[in-house]
């Protein structure tokens, strides 16, 4: 008996849609296996990384406050993913949108106003838009592959962060603690349930996925994205142009990382210090391939890492799990989902030797 | 003594079903050895289904297949070369950014170095007298010269059976008959050839036997030797086939597209410039365009769908306004609209649905987005319209581009820029891999459309297709258009010199150009 691979006809649309949930539920499996293999208490890793924070309900502020940037990022590296554009410098750009929004609020310091918070919102976008400007016109201008322009510009916007942070933009009045002074009432989100912990960034991100959803099925402008990635001579052909796309999907995604970065920076931290980095921008690579780079599956998949973070904090403290272990519990999902997506596009035939005759 | 030798392939009971579509319904027939057997039938008859299935690219969901006597175990390509049995298709499985030699090395099982390798590649070319260089990026090639690597491809295994999936669509007239030549030879050998082809001339001239499918089953086999090419098509369609009417008396107008010094350099290493082409189409003129492929035919239908730019505005103009550097939607908008010749992936995206494949160029004309909004309904009557109105055997509107046989997708292609009703459509190969049927219905649509008042150039490999559409004819050649001609004037021996040659292969081969009676033309285009 042999198995091989044959190419589907039309992708399942269930199998679409039950790789991810697969991915998921075999990641807790394999991943109960390995930690009890390796000495931990596999099953207790799986229940506190998967269900506490679900079954914990004061958890659940946690994975709001998690889930938003993850969902904003993800959302906009699904655009350009669509494009055939494969910006996973998310990160940077997240943390040149947290310094420029953290820049607009050190110049109004002394002010207060409505304003003020909106203009924050305005120069993360900007500030994610114009960091990822650069590898946009280096890959139209010159071709060259922006997978490596927006990973290195990563660690420069590290640096700049640390310069600024050590540097010009440290508090007067913080010790020598390398940070910015605290953003006031107006530089802040504010709290959208009274006593918890979370802030605007959870409704921003509903927000932003349901109009991505509404913009990537229902514009011309989706249609657009999705016809220059799959088929770029079809939409020379129809009229769709390469270049502006590639450049609109890189800076929307920029944009959008640009965004998580001021509503971190303006939620959560409240100021800017060197922790401001907080991988989310790597993190919703995974989101995005998770939520089959649908603006509604990366709303699901956000909420699934979000619960991977927070459950991965829970465990260290109840059985002592190192926090790694969250990082391979990411992965594995990540490779689960890829190699699923292989039957997804092909399906396993079994392929009985006697009369040349199928089963499948 | 030949009736001891079992079959080289037989096949019982073939049934093969697809999501709505039974595309083989218990095939049955037995290609013996040394035999030019052709499968014939209609767009969508389940030809290209049943050689892949014989090729063990997919599995019959019954039915059984002998080799040489014995059951037929080929499970993938693969095995199915090993076996001896090589494979053209009709559309083409290349890797666009590798060379012509890396492509054939690639489907090349055994272990050759790529110079031994490129030896025999170029002992095959010689031997069977192809014209391709083994360097050259697929990406830059035209589609008959990627043909050719599929050709080559298939030779280069020494096959027992060689099956061909309409592999002249888009070969020139010499090549055809060269290529014939190689097949006779190896048929002679004792290689069986299965032949697939919609030009039932080439049929009759080429195969010793012929199975006819309709629907999925064998309807007939006959002879085609004692058959003529328009009683070969009854028995594909099972009724009457219609001759295209041209409009005896069709008027001219206005000049609606015209071209002044048109220049274009070369868009890639391999590709042709284009050098001063000049023309002016009227209302209700068919303009045809002859020549062998990769000539500037692509860049020529670029530089009008608006794909390139001409270096001025002015250069092209539509309709009395310059478009020369405007984008293709302008172009359509303006009332151009064009057809190249690569279906999928250009013409057509695969893997979108036909109301999707209808936005991708029917959008501004028939109104399917409005203000940056899809029109889902609109797009799918729309698609649904194509289907009905050009008779595509599709399972609907929803059905992806992908899933459609090759002259189903071209139909559908066809039909969505016909019912755009644009002043100006330019197509190239615009019957390629149609049934006759479907061929004269496309056939009868540009001339009514003609007639209509559209003005219609057409680029074809197909003389006898251009013969008998078009009112003037030019002829591309190494990027130069030549003076058009009117077509009741034009002789065959003078366009098929002016034809010349591939990259510069000499005219003298134009001699070879066959004459075809009239009587065929109505069937044969
Ligand atoms: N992968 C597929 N999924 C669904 N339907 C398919 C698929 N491939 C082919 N079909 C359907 O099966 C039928 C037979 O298709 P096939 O490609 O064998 O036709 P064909 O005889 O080769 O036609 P043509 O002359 O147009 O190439 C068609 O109705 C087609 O739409
Ligand atoms: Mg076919």
């Given amino acids: 008996m042999q198995f091989r691979f044959e190419k589907r006809a039309e992708p ?69 993913y669509r494009a055939n554009v494969w910006n996973i410098g998310a990160e940077g750009q997240y943390i040149i949108g947290g310094l420029a929004a953290t820049g607009v609020a050190l110049l109004t310091q002394n002010m207060s106003g409505w304003w003020i918070l909106p203009l924050m919102g305005i120069a993360g976008i900007a500030g994610g838009a114009a960091y990822v400007a650069v590898p946009a016109f280096l890959r139209v201008r010159l071709k060259v592959n922006e997978i490596l322009t927006t990973l290195m510009l990563t660690y420069v916007a590290v640096n700049i962060l640390n310069y600024l942070v050590f540097g010009p933009w440290k508090s007067p009045t913080s010790f020598g603690q390398p940070q910015t002074v605290a953003f006031n009432e107006s530089q802040s989100l504010p709290y959208i349930i009274e006593g918890t912990i979370v802030q605007a960034g959870a409704p921003i991100a509903i927000i932003v996925a349901l109009v991505a959803w509404f913009v990537m099925s229902r514009t011309i402008f989706g249609f657009q994205i999705n016809t220059v990635g799959s088929a770029p001579k079809a939409a020379a052909y129809a009229g769709f142009s390469a270049n502006k796309t590639i450049l609109l999907a890189l800076f929307i995604s920029g944009g959008l990382a640009g965004l998580a970065g001021m509503l971190e920076a303006a939620g959560p931290f409240g100021r800017m210090v060197p922790q401001f980095p907080s991988n989310y921008g790597f993190t919703a690579i995974i989101v995005a391939f998770l939520g089959r780079l649908h603006p509604i599956g990366v709303l699901f998949a956000g909420i699934v890492l979000a619960i991977t973070f927070v459950g991965g904090e829970v465990a260290q403290t109840t059985i002592a799990l190192p926090n790694a272990a969250v990082g391979i519990f990411q992965a594995m999902m990540l490779f689960l989902l890829l190699a699923g997506d292989i039957l997804i596009r092909y399906r396993v035939v079994r392929v009985v030797v006697a009369k040349g005759r199928e089963a499948t | 003594m030949q009736n001891e030798v079992p079959p080289r392939l037989e096949m019982t009971g073939i049934t093969k079903q697809f999501p709505g579509v039974l595309a083989n319904d218990d095939v049955s027939f037995a290609i013996k050895r040394g035999e030019i057997h052709a499968l014939l039938g209609e767009n969508g008859a389940g030809k290209s289904t049943l050689v892949k299935m014989i ?445 010349g040659g591939v990259h510069g292969e000499t005219a003298d081969s134009a001699k070879t150009l066959p004459t075809k009676p009239e009587a065929e033309h109505a069937v044969q285009v």
């Fill in chain 1, 12 to 80: 399942s649309r269930i199998m679409l849609y039950a790789t991810p949930v697969a991915a998921v539920l075999l990641t807790m499996v394999l991943g109960a296996i390995i930690f009890t293999i390796i000495g931990y208490d596999g099953i207790g890793a799986v229940r506190e990384i998967f269900f506490t924070p679900l079954t914990n309900s004061l958890k659940w502020q946690d994975l709001a406050v998690k889930a938003a940037p993850l969902i904003i990022i993800g959302v906009g590296l699904s655009i350009g």
């Fill in chain 2, 55 to 499: 090729y063990g690219i997919m599995r019959p969901d019954a039915g059984e297949m002998f080799w040489d006597g014995a059951p037929l175990k080929a499970r993938n390509p693969k095995e199915a070369r090993r076996l001896g049995i090589g494979m053209v298709f009709q559309h083409f499985s290349l890797f666009e950014a590798l060379t012509v030699l890396e492509n054939i090395a690639l489907g090349m099982d055994g272990g050759l170095s790529s110079r031994a390798l490129e030896a025999r590649v170029r002992e095959v070319l010689k031997a069977y007298k192809l014209t391709l260089d083994p360097h050259r990026v697929v990406s830059t090639l035209s589609v008959g010269e990627r043909q050719r690597i599929e050709i080559v491809r298939a030779l280069l295994l020494n096959p027992k059976l060689l099956i061909m999936d309409e592999p002249t669509s888009v070969l020139t007239p010499q090549e055809v008959t060269q290529l014939f030549k190689t097949l006779r030879q190896l048929a002679s050998e004792g290689c069986s050839i299965l032949y697939i082809s919609h030009k039932l001339n080439e049929i009759k001239e080429l195969c010793d036997t012929a199975t006819i499918l309709r629907g999925g089953k064998v309807v007939d086999e006959c002879d085609p030797s004692k058959e003529t090419s328009k009683s070969m098509a009854e028995k594909m369609i099972g009724g009457d086939l219609k001759a295209v009417a041209k409009g005896a008396e069709r008027q001219f107008g206005e000049v609606q597209l015209a071209v002044r010094g048109l220049s274009l350099g070369r868009g890639h290493d391999f590709g042709t410039a284009l050098k001063d082409i000049s023309f002016s189409v009227h209302s209700g003129e068919i303009f045809g365009i002859a020549g062998v492929a990769g000539n500037g035919q692509n860049e020529l239908l670029a530089a009008l769908s608006g794909e390139q730019h001409a270096k001025a505005d002015g250069v092209i103009e539509l309709c009395g306004k310059p478009v020369g550097t405007s984008e293709p939607s302008t172009r359509r908008k303006a009332g151009l609209c064009a057809v190249p010749e690569e279906r999928h992936g250009h013409a057509a995206v695969p893997d979108y649905s036909l109301a999707n494949n209808g936005i991708l160029t029917a959008r501004h004309r028939r109104e399917l987005v409005r203000s940056g909004l899809i029109k889902h309904s609109a797009s799918h009557d729309f698609a649904d319209e194509i289907i009905a109105e050009f008779g595509v055997m599709a399972t609907g509107s929803k059905a992806t581009a992908g899933s459609l046989s090759g002259g189903n997708l071209q139909k559908f292609i066809m039909g969505r820029e016909i019912l755009q009703t644009p002043e100006v459509l330019v197509i190239s190969q615009p019957t390629w891999g149609v049934d006759a049927g479907a061929a004269a219905f496309i056939h009868q649509a540009l001339v009514d459309m003609a007639q209509a008042g559209s003005a219609i150039v057409i680029i074809s490999q197909d003389l006898d297709e251009l013969l008998a559409l078009s009112d003037t004819l030019s002829v591309i050649n190494e990027g130069v258009l030549s003076a058009p001609m009117d077509v009741e004037n034009a002789s065959i021996e003078e366009i098929g010199l002016l034809m």
